[in-house]
């Protein structure tokens, strides 16, 4: 007698079966399905396979009986039902049977109650176990079953709430770096004197025309050279305004080289480092927004802008070696920065290895100066970046002894940064925001640029110490106001100096600047300081 074969499928309850035998299958063989049965089928047509229980019927005719849960059907030809009624189809060939089955046979439904209530004892069991020995406050009261009913209701409530809390502060902590991902933290590790550049210096003279350079123009009929003294020393010469027309750049840049105090008639000493240098090597003149300046360690032209004809440095003493650099290339070469090259490095801090000048005001020989007062204005700034000495130079007086002390501030951003947004991280790579007239972006570059372009769309013009195209106009006296309400714009908080998008840069240096001053007295005894008499100090 065959095993028969065991069903591995899940109990379900069904209403109609669908045996398909193959065709090795005679009629001697008896079908009595085994409750419980075991698939969803539909009238007729198989839905899913399943197995069944088949059995070889005796050869000796007997009563059905029962061996143990093993159904024993008795000799009949044929197919018969549980019910022993009489067989629904004879069996000749290979064809699918369907048999109804009695409501009452199936004990699905008991089983399935009895499962489901193990099942929860199980859980309930396993809950009141995590609860024992959970070590989350307040947890295990909730399963404890020596308290009472109401105090461990009090436990859950408490517990339910403290998860509320919880679920809502980190709701809001996942929000705030979902909106603004970027950590800003200090570097564990100091900078060392050979990552950072010296700062460029740019000192202007407030003086804006030599006395005898604006002597000389007004005594010649050159209406070109009367109006441009006109707009720099703001003359009151209505006639002047419409005399001719605005002069081209290379005017205006002859012009003020021509009246303007020039490096060799402010600086008088220098001394880099306890050393004695050469002032004229070092330092360069430069047009600026305060007029003719002069710039140390700054760099050329073709390390700034794009078009450097666009904008020409005067009277070049760059040293041979000069290096690309820039706050996200940095120094890659230990001996990059020193005397040699530009931009040059500090060897240490202190004053014995910073720089020190004297300058001559010249006062006697002042016209107009771009202020109420006599002096000069100093700006610190990055080697690659135009100041802007107008509104933010320091200013110093005539016969005093003015000390700064820079701290350099470094902005770096990791490499994984890349891939955050540039909305939420806020600041720009040097590839991500290519500008028109410079090379390397910086935030002060991008909104100079902006100002530049601004004011070409209001005014037509462009003011000199803007970067621009060499063949744009130059605004003069009559286009001054238009010129002032265009950097009016720029500099207000809200105006449209908002929408340049000129985000911060994610490799930035600036220097923080603290200034301190002292009267000067008999500086010039001291030998160190060549070509100075005491005439320059009080």
Same mark, same amino acid.
């Given at each position: 007698?065959?095993?028969?074969?065991?069903?591995?499928?899940?109990?379900?309850?069904?209403?109609?079966? !669908?045996?398909?035998?193959?065709?090795?299958?005679?009629?001697?063989? =008896?079908?009595?399905?085994?409750?419980?049965?075991?698939?969803?089928?539909?009238?007729?047509?198989?839905?899913?396979?399943?197995?069944?229980?088949?059995?070889?019927?005796?050869?000796?005719?007997?009563?059905?009986?029962?061996? @143990?849960?093993?159904?024993?059907?008795?000799?009949?030809?044929?197919?018969?039902?549980?019910?022993?009624?009489?067989?629904?189809?004879?069996?000749?060939?290979?064809?699918?049977?369907?048999?109804?089955?009695?409501?009452?046979?199936?004990?699905?439904?008991?089983? *399935?109650?009895?499962?489901?209530?193990?099942?929860?004892?199980?859980?309930?069991? #396993?809950?009141?176990?995590?609860?024992?020995?959970?070590?989350? *406050?307040?947890?295990?009261?909730?399963?404890?079953?020596?308290? /009472?009913?109401?105090?461990?209701? +009090?436990?859950?409530?408490?517990?339910?709430?403290?998860?509320? +809390?919880?679920?809502?502060?980190? /709701?809001?902590?996942?929000?705030?770096?979902?909106?603004?991902?970027?950590?800003?933290?200090?570097?564990? !590790?100091?900078?060392?004197?050979?990552?950072? &550049? +010296?700062?460029?210096?740019?000192?202007?003279?407030?003086?804006?025309?030599?006395?005898?350079?604006?002597?000389?123009?007004?005594?010649?009929?050159?209406?070109?050279?009367?109006?441009?003294?006109?707009?720099?020393?703001?003359?009151? #010469?209505?006639?002047?305004?419409?005399?001719?027309? /605005? &002069?081209?750049?290379?005017?205006?840049?002859?012009?003020?080289?021509? %009246?303007?105090?020039?490096?060799?008639?402010?600086?008088?000493?220098?001394?880099?480092?306890?050393? #004695?240098?050469?002032?004229?090597?070092?330092?360069?003149?430069?047009? !600026?927004?305060?007029?003719?300046?002069?710039?140390?360690?700054?760099?050329?032209?073709?390390?700034?802008?794009?078009?450097?004809?666009?904008?020409?440095?005067?009277? =070049?003493?760059?040293?041979?070696?000069?290096?690309?650099?820039?706050?996200?290339?940095?120094?890659?070469?230990?001996?990059? @920065?020193?005397? @040699?090259?530009?931009?040059?490095?500090?060897?240490?801090?202190?004053? *014995?290895?910073?720089?020190?000048?004297?300058?001559?005001?010249?006062?006697?020989?002042?016209?107009?100066?771009?202020?109420?007062?006599?002096?000069?204005?100093?700006?610190?700034?990055?080697?690659?970046?135009?100041?802007?000495?107008?509104?933010?130079?320091?200013? %110093?007086? &005539? $016969?005093?002894?003015?000390?700064?002390?820079?701290?350099?501030?470094?902005?770096?951003?990791?490499?994984?940064?890349?891939? %955050?947004?540039?909305?939420?991280?806020?600041?720009?790579?040097?590839?991500?925001?290519?500008?028109?007239?410079?090379?390397?972006?910086?935030?002060?570059?991008?909104?100079?640029?902006?100002?530049?372009? *601004? !004011?070409?769309?209001?005014? @037509?013009?462009?003011?000199?110490?803007?970067?621009?195209?060499?063949?744009?106009?130059?605004?003069?006296?009559?286009?001054?106001?238009?010129?002032?309400?265009?950097?009016?714009?720029?500099?207000?908080?809200?105006?449209? $100096?908002?929408?340049?998008?000129?985000?911060?840069?994610?490799?930035?240096?600036?220097?923080?600047?603290?200034?301190?001053?002292?009267?000067?007295?008999?500086?010039?005894?001291?030998?160190?300081?060549?070509?100075?008499?005491?005439?320059?100090? %009080?």
């Amino acid at each position: 007698m065959d095993e028969p074969i065991k069903s591995t499928q899940p109990q379900l309850k069904a209403s109609y079966i !669908t045996v398909i035998l193959s065709e090795n299958v005679t009629p001697r063989y =008896h079908f009595m399905p085994t409750m419980p049965i075991i698939e969803d089928v539909t009238y007729g047509k198989v839905q899913r396979n399943f197995i069944v229980q088949v059995y070889r019927k005796k050869k000796s005719g007997r009563r059905m009986y029962s061996e @143990g849960n093993i159904i024993r059907p008795r000799k009949i030809q044929g197919w018969t039902q549980p019910n022993f009624s009489s067989p629904v189809f004879r069996i000749e060939d290979e064809f699918a049977l369907a048999l109804p089955l009695r409501s009452g046979s199936n004990p699905t439904r008991r089983n *399935h109650t009895e499962v489901v209530k193990k099942f929860l004892k199980v859980v309930l069991r #396993n809950v009141e176990n995590y609860c024992d020995k959970s070590t989350l *406050h307040g947890l295990k009261y909730i399963g404890d079953t020596s308290l /009472s009913l109401v105090e461990r209701i +009090f436990w859950l409530l408490a517990f339910v709430s403290a998860f509320v +809390f919880a679920c809502y502060y980190i /709701s809001n902590i996942f929000d705030k770096w979902n909106s603004n991902p970027v950590l800003v933290a200090f570097n564990p !590790t100091d900078a060392t004197f050979n990552q950072i &550049p +010296f700062p460029s210096i740019t000192i202007c003279s407030m003086n804006q025309i030599k006395r005898v350079e604006a002597e000389r123009i007004l005594s010649e009929q050159n209406p070109v050279e009367r109006q441009l003294l006109n707009d720099y020393c703001n003359f009151n #010469n209505n006639s002047l305004e419409t005399a001719v027309q /605005s &002069p081209n750049w290379e005017t205006v840049q002859n012009f003020l080289i021509r %009246v303007g105090q020039t490096c060799s008639d402010s600086i008088k000493s220098c001394i880099w480092q306890n050393d #004695n240098i050469s002032c004229e090597e070092y330092f360069n003149n430069d047009l !600026t927004d305060e007029g003719l300046c002069c710039s140390f360690n700054r760099l050329p032209a073709e390390n700034i802008f794009k078009n450097p004809d666009d904008y020409t440095y005067l009277n =070049h003493t760059f040293p041979k070696r000069i290096y690309d650099w820039s706050p996200e290339k940095g120094f890659k070469d230990d001996n990059d @920065g020193d005397m @040699g090259t530009i931009p040059i490095r500090p060897s240490g801090s202190g004053t *014995h290895l910073g720089l020190s000048i004297v300058v001559d005001a010249q006062t006697d020989n002042y016209f107009c100066s771009s202020t109420n007062s006599i002096g000069f204005k100093i700006v610190l700034s990055n080697p690659i970046e135009t100041p802007k000495i107008q509104d933010y130079g320091f200013l %110093v007086s &005539p $016969g005093v002894e003015a000390r700064y002390v820079i701290q350099p501030e470094i902005r770096e951003a990791t490499r994984s940064l890349r891939s %955050v947004d540039v909305g939420k991280r806020q600041c720009f790579f040097q590839d991500e925001r290519p500008l028109r007239y410079f090379r390397s972006y910086t935030k002060r570059n991008c909104r100079l640029e902006c100002q530049s372009n *601004h !004011t070409l769309r209001k005014c @037509g013009c462009i003011p000199y110490y803007l970067p621009k195209n060499k063949k744009v106009l130059d605004c003069g006296k009559r286009d001054e106001k238009c010129a002032s309400q265009a950097k009016e714009d720029m500099e207000l908080i809200y105006g449209n $100096g908002s929408s340049c998008n000129c985000l911060a840069s994610c490799y930035e240096m600036n220097f923080e600047t603290s200034a301190t001053y002292s009267k000067l007295y008999q500086m010039s005894k001291n030998q160190r300081l060549e070509n100075v008499t005491n005439e320059y100090f %009080v």
